[in-house]
T-cell receptor
């Protein structure tokens, strides 16, 4: 099956700086890549996603990039704020199959 | 996740006892999923359902069973709990399932401790 690797496992940034989380996948048939944010004591929440026919997608301070050739995709958060502190998960999906999740990145934004 | 309710939120149980976790949704989503979340492993699929009485296994299904008698309810049962099943369990729903690329809606989770 698909294998998704996520790095780094922990990340600390100063408020206002940017944060980047990277994921790689193994199956070239994967065609949908969502990102989830999980706050303490809550379930993961979809924050942005990208499909394989698009190279980049932005939504205010967050953006996702996809490099199909290299089989990697990244989450970029600009102008970080304390409320961005959470665990972030990437996932890869093949149409008709299940989602495969990365192991998560714990992001801490230091005020 | 207001449309998905998991119960109980926390449970401590003894090894060898049966445990049932409940997921209730008001989204009218056809597809429902049970995941477990463990440090270093992310989220792993246990079982899923693509309709009433239609279920299938995920990648870590051993020791678990599920039932779905109504669209809104998806039950996860540990027939004889073991310490390796100590985990946080998440229910998720999807309107489109695996046939289309849409993300899940997750519940708030159940923290299960097997002692």
């Amino acid at each position: 099956g698909e294998n998704v690797e996520q790095h780094p496992s922990t990340l600390s940034v100063q408020e206002g700086d940017s944060a980047v989380i990277k994921c790689t996948y193994s199956d070239s048939a994967s065609n949908y890549f969502p990102w989830y944010k999980q706050e303490l004591g809550k379930g993961p929440q979809l924050i942005i996603d990208i499909r394989s026919n698009v190279g980049e997608k932005k939504d205010q301070r967050i953006a996702v990039t996809l490099n199909k050739t290299a089989k990697h995709f990244s989450l970029h958060i600009t102008e970080t704020q304390p409320e961005d502190s959470a665990v972030y998960f990437c996932a890869a999906h093949i149409t008709g199959n299940q989602f495969y999740f990365g192991t998560g990145t714990s992001l801490t934004v230091i005020p | 996740d207001a449309g998905i309710t998991q119960s109980p939120r926390h449970k401590v149980t003894e090894t060898g006892t049966p445990v049932t976790l409940r997921c209730h949704q008001t989204e009218n989503h056809r597809y429902m999923y049970w995941y477990r979340q463990d440090p270093g492993h992310g989220l792993r699929l246990i079982h899923y359902s693509y309709g009433v009485k239609d279920t299938d296994k995920g990648e870590v299904s051993d020791g678990y069973s599920v039932s779905r008698s109504k669209t809104e309810d998806f039950l996860l049962t540990l027939e004889s709990a073991t310490s390796s099943q100590t985990s946080v369990y998440f229910c998720a729903t999807s309107h489109h399932g695996g046939s289309s690329n849409y993300g899940y809606t997750f519940g708030s989770g159940t923290r299960l401790t097997v002692v």
